[in-house]
């Protein structure tokens, strides 16, 4: 049953994560025998939809202090962990892990268009962003990956925005399927349809503040001020 299968997968996920939580004991982490079963381990990641930055990383310090280990499939291997550490937005994943890079890696191709785009969503051109997305292959079949951008997404729309259009809204994040989707993510962070715009902020903020003014007669200020 799809229960079974799903139960399967979740063991599978945690003895697998306990074996790279024990390859990276100690100083053996950077052990170069053990770079097959880190990217077998990203690999896995991929497939399953989680995330170790810890063991990813391992892998671009393995490649970095030792190069002989680099083959002709490395910088593929390179590519799924920079995506997947930009999924981790707003966190500093992805700046770590670039740093780990060579010169020929940071100058491949792809590894440049994977930089563009963690531009585009660290500058906040969210519609210039989607529309570059759609035109490469490992962000449109890396699961989870709109999910992830789209959550990034509303958290800076949710610190810069107390009211924002509907429609430009809809621009910031990006295609969606449904208009059931949309109402999903209203839901999902408390957001209020408001005629043409969207309320952000909360709903304790909608409480207009009056300023309330009274007025006490001198006779009884003037004993508090110690008048005379």
């Not at 770079?35 to 990813?56: C, L, M, R, S």
């Not at 490649?63 to 280990?69: I, M, N, T």
């Amino acid at each position: 049953s799809q229960d079974m299968i799903d139960d399967k997968a979740v063991v599978s996920t945690q003895s697998t994560g306990e074996e790279a939580y024990f390859c990276m004991e100690g100083l053996g982490r950077l052990n170069p025998e053990k770079v097959d079963f880190y990217i077998d381990y990203i690999k896995f990641q991929v497939e399953h939809g989680f995330y170790d930055g810890d063991a990813n990383l391992n892998i671009l310090k393995l490649y970095q202090f030792s190069p002989d280990l680099i083959t002709r499939s490395s910088i593929d291997i390179v590519h799924l962990i920079l995506v997947k550490a930009l999924m981790q937005l707003p966190k500093e994943d992805y700046v770590f892990c670039r740093a780990q890079l060579s010169q020929d890696m940071i100058d491949d191709n792809l590894t440049k268009k994977i930089d563009d785009v963690a531009t585009l969503l660290e500058t906040c051109l969210f519609p210039k962003f989607w529309s570059v997305v759609q035109e490469e292959k490992i962000f449109s079949e890396m699961a989870g990956f709109v999910e992830a951008a789209r959550c990034f997404i509303c958290h800076v729309i949710q610190l810069t925005y107390k009211n924002i259009e509907i429609d430009f809204l809809k621009q910031l994040l990006g295609p969606l399927s449904t208009d059931q989707e949309f109402d999903e993510i209203l839901e999902r962070h408390s957001w209020e349809v408001n005629g043409d715009s969207v309320f952000i902020g909360h709903k304790e903020e909608m409480v207009e503040s009056k300023e309330i003014v009274e007025k006490m007669p001198i006779e009884v200020v003037r004993p508090l001020l110690a008048i005379r």
